[in-house]
């Protein structure tokens, strides 16, 4: 490996959420990267949700941006359509083979217009909506994706040559060939995702038999506003709309008879989403889930669980349905089940089976040319303590590809495995990438405005309200307006290369989209204005979709006036806006992390490894945090000889200071440049770092129930474990009691790890003594994913699991020196007793209280649990909104050992796209004094959040741009008027508000 | 109906069979007076909807009259018109009116008796047929009118246009398809295109649920579902309200 | 004569209130189409001028919404924004505007039914009232 030359970049496979999320890190951090993708466009199953959980944000609009950002990013080669044939080399030089199939459509030509699929006579099965609405043999996905290249698909097409005949920029070419490619790279990251479980295979739900019966992937496609039915929930027997329908949990999923006996993770949330949703959608409609164990276990889940019960009204029945059956009159469905050991059946419109995750159909065949090991399941073999290593060196694996996941864990890995796999390359950082052109900017200072308006049909989120082209019509009309135009999808990549175009064409100074929401979309379009040869900041948006078209959608003539007016306010301000420039920084390259646990260690040696230095602040006397407790794993490795050696290469590793004991008295400064002051073992430190990482873990519950604390017998699952390995004891008759304090009142969310760690113990108990008695008392098993292996392990050993309802908990006694726990059974609705040797508690896991503190000296937030409260819960999982702070393991919320460690590695990731640049630039939308009106009253001084401002030697008021956030609170707060702040000045925002009631011109 | 007088149109190419109904007349062969003649440079040009056109405007029978294959001024045009006339012949049967109303012949400019025996042949046909308006006159004119639509959708056009190229010829990826395969691609595109005008011309007095729109046209509502969907998608229905659990659509009319 | 359509100017803070009305979008919480938003990094940065000027140019009322007390991205901004108000609410009662006509709220970013509430009532309010009559313009300075 070391002989050979490495080389910069890596490849990633699969462009789903994962893909495009390691892809654009690396690319980031200064590595070329090959984004190779199966299917004809980036974007994976993603693309194909209406609303994500527990946020219930627009999956499209969310991934959106991300798509474009990974479209256009000059380090990033998009090779769709394409598969790995072949594997050569070593890690650090790998020769890859690339089997390139023809898309018959060229890339370089095509402009994504369309007219060749609509002149194409034929109509075959379209794949992304599940055969519910119909395409053309030449098609692409989704109006968003990304390459915007059409594709034949040549099992549809007939050969007419139509396509041909239609297509103005002469991009069909029916002769492409199969194409090899060699591509050298570094490392590999597997980003395959899954496929979806084939419902057929459960002949008795009846799916492909009944019509009624739908996947919980079709149903999603009927709940999408680009959907068939265009977001209205119809059933496909007679279109009608549904009153009530049944969900039905795990098909394909813990389920031994069709092989797939683990959990698929993701399936009760997805379900109570689409319930949600449908209910949103349907007046008066009654959704009900059948489920085995609700597995609500992620951040902020629970609440959305119990959301779902009480506002919404969601029923829940426990219970595993035996079978459908269809009334044929009315193709009603009878779901026959047993609850409470009745047997009982209920009629619905329409059941959603809640289909599993399967491994990708690709696995077995990739696994073979890439040697690397799949598990039993056909998923990429891990292990605990390396969960993004495959069994061969340089390649890595992320997402739903190493175990089924949801969308912020497998962002998570994503980012993580492009730190694994970077740090293989570190080395070559730089060498191959593009660099980023600098594009001249246009001196638009002595032009009068030319304003360019781009107005959004966004498919049919504002077309279908708002009267678009009235509204270019009216934009047209408005003063210093050069140019109107209306776009189906403003943000989509071809779009954008127009709007470029025209800048030129129109020799436009100004631009303005009116679509969506600046929150997302505004650095996309500022972007794209700069390529154009505009300073970014001569961009301004309308919204009229989220406060208009979306909130005004039976009002379609006062909403084609409301965009109309928010046009015509955009085009008062766009008038006046001026170009910025940004004050750049340099960037110190170092790390500060704070929290010596698992994830903290990860972190640091992750940094240590793309060569940046790492501060590791540790609170205590030792490092390993609450992993020093652990004693089993659950698998072959042991948690304290992982630990040992982990510890061993971050104190050995010599661009790592650890400072134990330690406090941190003050964090000040800001992206690149903080500045901290350390107290450690009584000596005080100032460090300068870049970067700040939050890893400070949870703490375990101190339960006040059941007894704890009363009697030695009674013990935590941490306490148990350390006495178990100490051989202090041996017990016969445990009975273990899940959810102590969590889910309750005290700790309102699911803890996530508890019912695993239950039953890793229970089986343990069994190996000491395989006659004991172990009794878990539960409320729902929660071992989602393959940890369903262990809840089967743990029933085949004779692990009593006993179910009880939140309102009956069990009742721990002390009598006559024995112990006594009395438990109430639903289904028998009887108490049943135990004498147990020792009652084990699994406690919850608690938010450090330390967190408010340090959440007010970084400015960062925390969520209404008291954990550390990420940037966006569904793409950004480890960033905070404040730039250059990170989070990591259980300060985000409860996790396993594996999480944590990809939170951690993810967070190198992250960190690296800030830490490998060469400069940072500052905010553009700052405060600036004038410093002939100020008269030095230093009102703004008090005002500012952040210290920004400070007076010169001339007792005037001066601004430091690097510090200030741009809030404006100073320009309020001046009497003079001396102080601006940048894109929001007073003279702007007062013709804005003029321009809300009338036209004005300058 | 002893005193029905058929009217019947009969499309002639202008250098075999138009030749040979003048050489009819200069050879004054006689033939009953109900037919009208329009000329065409050839038969190729014939195109379905003028047939369908016609019929649904209560024109009896069409004749379609063009060169011996192998003789087509234009080489082929005559073989084309050959497969175009198999498929208006299956529009029409769809419509409920017999497909003897429209024959096609070969008559060459030197065949004046042929023409002449043909217009016979076909006018005592069309008399027993008996008149196209005969009953429910609304019904089918409007199924003819569907008919013809079908006829002018782009993808029909295409095929039609298309079929000798793709059997005899072979595709742009040099493959010939089977008459078989060929067949059931059309015949499944024109049931899908005629269901669908079909449940324009339904929809488009007031709005109807897809429930209503399948039970009128004796169809599952599954099936009608999904082509309503489809129409929606294209902008040529309308959601209309709801009634009850049923959204009710309405056919969007083209303001042009 | 039509109904007669109030018109209402809301400035938003970026972080929160904004957001919370994007969510009531993406919620597609329904409400009256009266109001147009106007967005500001901060609460912080809304200048009792701006209000005085939007009832000037006609509005018929004014809401201002920030972050919660405590959720501000800016740490602090909202303090001085409450203050700030609170005075000019005064004065603007003084000089004869219905209080009903200027309202000051906290909306978060996940409060998009709180968003689409404030508006449906601060509509049917101001409709209630009639149109603003309106303000002398004493100095315009633009």
Redesign the interface.
Known sequence: MSEEKKVGAVLVVGGGIAGMQSSLDLAESGFKVYLLERSPCIGGVMAQLDKTFPTNDCAMCIMAPKLVATGRHPNIELITNTEIENLEGEPGNFKVTLAKHPRRVSAEKCTGCGVCAQECPVEAVNEFNEDLLPRSAVHINYPQAVPLTFIIDKTACIGCGICEKMCKANAIEYDQAEEEQDIYVGSIILALGFDEFNPEIKKEYGYGIYPNVVSSIEFERLLSATGPTGGMVLRPSDYDIPKKVAFIQCVGSRDQQCDKSYCSAVCCMYSIKEAIIAKEHTEGLDCHIFYMDIRTYGKEFEDYYNRAQDEYKIGFTRSRPASIREDPKTRNLIISYIENSEPKEEEFDMVILSVGIDAPKDAVRLSEKLGIELNEHNFAATKKFFPLSTSKEGIFVCGAFSSPKDIPDTVAQASAAASKASAMVSTERGTMITKREIIPEKDVRLEGPRIGVFICHCGINIGGVVRVPEVVEYARTLPNVAYAEHNLYTCSQDTQEKIKEKVKEQNLNRVIVASCTPRTHEPLFQATVSEAGLNPYLFEMANIRDQCSWVHMHEPDSATEKAKDLVRMAVAKARLLEPLKMATLGINRSALVIGGGISGMTAALGFAKQGYKAYLVEKTLELGGNLRHLRYSGTQEDPQKELASLIKLVEENENIEIFKSAEILSIEGYVGNFKSRILSENMEHEIEHGVVVVATGALEYEPTEYMYGKDGRIITQLELEQLLAEDKINPKNVIMIQCVGSRGEKVPYCSRICCTTAIKNALQIKEHEPDAKVYVLYRDIRTYGFREDFYDKALEEGITFLRFDVDSKPKVEVASGRLKVTVKEPLIDENIDFNPDFVVLSVAQVPDPNNEDLSKSLKVPLSKDGFFLEAHMKLRPVDFATEGVFLCGSAHSPKFIDESISQAEAVVSRACTILSKDYLEAEGVISIVNSDICSGCETCILVCPFDAIDKDDKGKAKVNELLCKGCGACVAACRAGAIQQRCFTDEQILSVIRSAFQEVST | MPDFEPRILAFACNWCSYAGADLAGISRMQYPPNLRIIRVMCSGRVDPVFILDALSKGVDGVLVLGCHPGDCHYISGNLMTERKMRWTKELIEKTGVDPRRLRLEWISASEGERFANTAKEFTDLIKKLGSIQKEEKEKIFSELKAAEKVADESRVRILMGKERELVEEGNVYGDKSTQEDFDRLMKDILDDEHVREKILQIAKEKPLSVKEISKRMNMPSQEIGKHVMWLRHKGKIALHGIKKRSPLYKTVEVPY | MPEYEP?I?AFLC?WCS??G???????????P?NV???????S????P??VL??FQ???DGVLIAGCHPG???????NY?TRR?LTVLGKLLEHVGVDPRRFKVKWISASEGGKF?DVIKEMTENVKGLGPQRSFKRVDDD?
């Open positions: 018109k100017l970026n904004y957001a009305a994007d969510l009531a979008g993406v919620s597609r919480f329904q409400y189409p147009r938003i106007v967005r500001v990094m901060c912080g940065r809304i200048s001028r701006f000027k939007s140019e006609g509005a959720d501000c991205h800016y740490s602090k901004g001085y700030r689409a633009e």
